[in-house]
């Protein structure tokens, strides 16, 4: 005999066996990882944009975390690759770090060539920023993971 956890959604209470409560655990794992590093990392720059005092090692923690998460998250993509697709269809570099640097270069919004190359990764990396905060409002059974399914990122960007 299995045992149950009861689970509430939207008002109605239902029961789901622990094994699949484990699986369903261990699956979204990464997916709440970096819901939970975007969401941090969103707050913190946002208080910063405010104005306020933040301490220099609580954001680069943040960012470390983001950095690391999302990073998985793209290994996840290259390793296994979408659904119907074959692994290694990830093939554009994702070296997240190397991003977030690059667009810590100071006045790089004044000099031409830097703003023509680093405005649409600035802009990229705001939508997907977006996108995950749309995502994880959403919920984790109705949001697009699933990177070509999600045709206006792809379009965009």
């Known amino acids: 005999m299995t045992n149950h956890i009861k689970k509430k959604v939207t008002g109605m209470p239902f029961t789901v066996s622990e094994e699949v ?5 261990q699956a979204f794992t990464p997916l709440t990882d970096v819901f939970l590093a975007n969401k941090n990392f969103y707050n913190i720059k946002q208080l910063i ?3 306020h005092a933040v ?4 954001f680069d ?5 983001f950095v690391k998460k999302n990073t998985r998250m793209c290994e996840i993509f290259r390793d296994y690759g979408p659904l119907g697709a074959g692994p290694g269809t990830l ?16 006045e790089w919004k004044e000099c031409h060539p830097f703003s023509f190359y680093l405005t649409p990764l600035e ?13 994880q409002k959403a919920g984790l059974l109705r949001s697009k ?4 399914a999600n ?3 792809v379009e965009k960007y």
């Open 55 to 58: 301490p220099t090692f609580r």
């Open 145 to 148: 993971y699933i990177v070509p």
């Open 151 to 153: 045709t206006e990122l």
């Open 91 to 106: 093939t554009h570099p994702f070296n997240i770090r190397q991003m977030l640097t690059v667009l810590k270069i100071c």
């Open 21 to 25: 409560f484990e699986i369903q655990t």
């Open 61 to 65: 923690a943040l960012e470390e975390e």
């Open 49 to 51: 944009n405010k104005g």
């Open 123 to 135: 802009d990229a990396i705001s939508a997907v920023v977006q996108e995950l905060l749309d995502m």
